[in-house]
């Protein structure tokens, strides 16, 4: 090995080095987590207040044309009448699911009891779905914080599918020409004015429309309350002129889920059995995305890295060729 | 003739073990066909859980893995200016452009939107924030850069001296991309996985992972150039490449034996000691690659064990073994999508992935006896 070969060889370890070190803190790589928009729209789910009558399932096939959903183990009872589909899936963009323990004696409660947990797009704040699409076809408005897909730009890869923690977009498997289904929040009904369809038909108010900032103030409220107080309980969208309804504060887990799960989300949880339970996952505050950006970001910045990393190759490869070509 | 030593083998192509392959190629074109028509789900076991199955992690992630013998060897022979091991070179490239190649074909049976495909080439939908938008662009480039890299092979065999001298001089150009390019995307293949969180588990989750894939990809290369020299000099009564082997391999043993005190030190790091010794899956399945990986560091480092072809061979076998083994773990064990789900793949897709690999064997076997890639002549 000759001398500048030898500091080629020396100051690309040191290089490769330098690289890998702030790995071992993670952090250090991290971009920071990305802002909630000025607009944001978004759900307070209140699994207390939901009775499991699953009205917003079929507004939902109904508002998005999706058709009904009935598992081949289940069909030889169902004969063509119920959806039966059990979680999201490339048919079902939003469904209830029910916990239960013992003897389900008790609504919203973990020992011997049972409760509602609503199944759909979070509209994440910082959303992987949309960091790993390499076309661009998961969009997340930068007004509303909505986060839609574009068939169109997909190619199907389904690293959004595999990336997501909530388990939330699903590929339609069954299909030849399959896409990518997930909730948009009824982005086509909000254009005309409406409300996402789970929320206008939701006759308790479990699943409320609005502002994020709003329904985060509603959370709030609602938890400062005494169990057992009564209190007025808003349906449809938050602020609008329908009739509330007058019930009793639940025991409420002290958790808003969703504030600050990967980052923030645009749904809010109140729920009186313990999220993981529900099937809401334990995440940390800062995005996934965060970290596989600023990685990725750091390696690739300007692409200066790869490119002094090819200059030191080509130089090494033409001396390498050259003396071949000598000793021929 | 020409002025390379290169020359084709010759010989009968229809053998016995070709119509086997060929057989198996056929099945998978069925269903393949299936898949065309009924969907994804009418061949595979993927589900809303595990989206991605062996299509993407054996087909793809392995194979462009099995495909870094060309890669391997370029940083051997080149970078480190050992023009000695020259003889390995076109082997080893020959079975990059297939794995490659047939990764990428796999890609398109694998994508739900195939014929969207073309978008990932358009500057309006493109998303360089992705990690798989800089795999796929890196690995499409990289296609390209491994027929050029080995288009001398084709040019002497139709005689085209002249456009041969041409190439040669820029060749170096497209050899220092030929160790770029693998170099981003093999650890891009690592990168992906960073975004998973908490959906993996902590023995293979950590932000080493490019790294980590790097490496493997590197010694996965070494290995089937290995498997290659073995396979085909016995096979073909060829003279032995054992010499030049026993000098490349004592680097990779240590790269290995490298790869694997740092994998300790970053699961220490961590904080991540119980998990390696839960009653689980995961634990076992972690200790079983790394099983798998100290065995071929062993071989290679220890210099009686190299000098042995029979060893080597099961060194080659073990190389290929644990880096497969590894994706597996890091893609689909390591990965729990919470709510139930899970994926073991079907039968037709097996085949699916078995025609693959018998279709980059049946080509392989095409080329090196129709092309001058081999060095040396067959015996009389």
């Known amino acids: 090995m000759d001398k500048s070969r030898r500091r080629f060889m020396q100051s690309a370890a040191g290089a490769i080095a330098g ?29 207390t207040l939901c009775i499991g009558c699953r009205a917003c399932v079929t507004a939902c096939k109904e508002a998005n044309d999706v058709p009904v959903e009935q598992p081949a183990h289940l069909r030889e009872w169902n004969v063509g009448v119920w959806d039966s589909g059990e979680d999201i899936s490339g048919k079902t963009l939003n469904t209830i699911r ?34 790993v699409c390499p076309v661009s076809a998961m969009l997340k408005d930068a007004d509303t914080g909505i986060v839609t897909h574009n068939p169109d730009a997909c190619i199907g890869c389904r690293y959004c599918v595999y990336g997501c923690p909530f388990g939330v977009p699903q590929f339609q498997f069954d299909e030849p020409f399959g896409k990518i289904a997930k909730c948009q929040f009824c982005e086509h009904l909000q254009k005309k004015g409406q409300i996402p369809a789970c929320c206008e038909v939701c006759p308790t108010g479990a699943s409320l429309f609005g502002l994020v900032a709003d329904l985060q103030k509603e959370a709030e409220q609602r938890l400062s309350k005494q169990p057992g107080d009564y209190y007025e309980f808003a349906r449809g969208r938050l602020g609008d002129d329908r009739p509330t309804h007058e019930a009793a504060i639940p025991e409420y887990q002290s958790h808003i889920y969703g504030v600050k799960e990967a980052g923030g989300t645009q749904i809010r949880y109140l729920t009186g059995v313990p999220h993981e339970q529900l099937g809401l996952p334990k995440l940390p505050d800062e995005s996934y995305a965060s970290l596989s950006e600023g990685v990725q970001h750091t390696l690739y910045k300007g692409m200066i890295a790869p490119l002094a990393l090819l200059g030191g190759l080509v130089y090494l490869a033409r001396r390498s060729t050259k003396q071949h070509e000598d000793e021929e | 003739m020409t002025q390379s030593t290169h020359q084709p083998l010759g010989g009968r192509l229809l053998t016995k073990p070709f119509m086997l392959f060929a057989l198996l190629f056929l099945i998978a074109v069925y269903f393949l066909a299936t898949r ?34 060309g890669f391997a060897m370029a940083l051997l022979v080149y970078i480190f200016n050992k023009g000695e091991y020259h003889p390995l070179m076109r082997p080893a490239l020959l079975g990059g452009l297939f794995g490659y190649t047939l990764g990428g074909m796999a890609v398109i049976f694998d994508l739900g939107r195939y014929w969207n495909f073309y978008n990932l080439l358009l500057p309006w939908y493109a998303q360089p924030s992705s990690v798989m938008f800089e795999v796929a662009l890196c690995v499409m480039a990289y296609i390209l850069v491994l027929w050029i890299e080995f288009s001398p092979t084709f040019l002497e065999r139709l005689g085209l001296t002249n456009a041969r001298q041409k190439l040669k001089r820029f060749m170096y150009v497209i050899i220092a991309l030929g160790v770029l390019l693998p170099t981003m995307h093999q650890s891009s293949l690592g990168s992906l996985l960073l975004v998973m969180g908490s959906q993996l588990s902590p023995l293979w989750y950590t932000p080493w992972l490019p790294l980590w894939f790097l490496l493997t990809a590197i010694a996965m290369g070494y290995g089937i150039v290995i498997l290659e020299s073995t396979l085909i000099t016995n096979a073909f009564k060829l003279p032995s490449e054992q ?41 076992f399945m972690f200790w079983l690659e790394i099983l798998v990986f100290v065995m071929p560091a062993i071989i290679l ?27 597996i773990n890091a893609y689909l ?27 980059e064997i049946m080509l392989y076997l095409v080329f090196v006896k129709k092309l001058p890639v081999l060095h040396g002549t067959r015996p009389a």
């Open chain 1, 19 to 47: 690289a890998v070190a702030p790995l071992e803190s993670a952090q250090a790589l991290r971009r920071e987590n990305k802002q909630l928009p000025p607009n944001a729209l978004g759900m307070l789910y209140d699994s």
């Open chain 2, 301 to 327: 480092i220890s210099p009686a064990r190299r000098t042995d072809q029979r060893q080597m061979f099961l060194a080659a076998l073990l190389l290929l073994g644990a880096g497969s083994l590894y994706r």
């Open chain 2, 36 to 69: 065309f028509m009924f969907g994804l789900g009418s061949v595979t076991h993927l589900n809303g859980g595990y989206p991605w199955g062996i299509w993407v992690v054996v087909d793809v992630i392995i194979g462009t893995a099995f495909g870094c013998g």
């Open chain 2, 333 to 359: 064990v390591a990965y729990d999508p919470g709510n139930g789900w899970s994926y073991f793949p079907s039968a037709p897709e097996l085949m699916v992935t078995i025609g693959v690999i018998a279709l």
């Open chain 1, 98 to 131: 029910v916990f239960t323990h013992g003897t389900k004696e008790q609504k919203d409660r973990a020992e011997n009891g049972y409760a509602f947990i609503k199944r759909h797009c979070l509209h994440c704040v910082d959303p992987s779905c949309v960091s």
């Open chain 2, 243 to 283: 010499r030049i082997l026993s000098k490349l391999s004592p680097i990779v043993g240590w790269l290995l034996a490298g790869f694997l005190v740092l994998r300790f030190l970053d699961l220490l790091t961590r904080g991540q000691v119980a998990p390696m010794f839960g009653a689980d899956l995961h634990a």
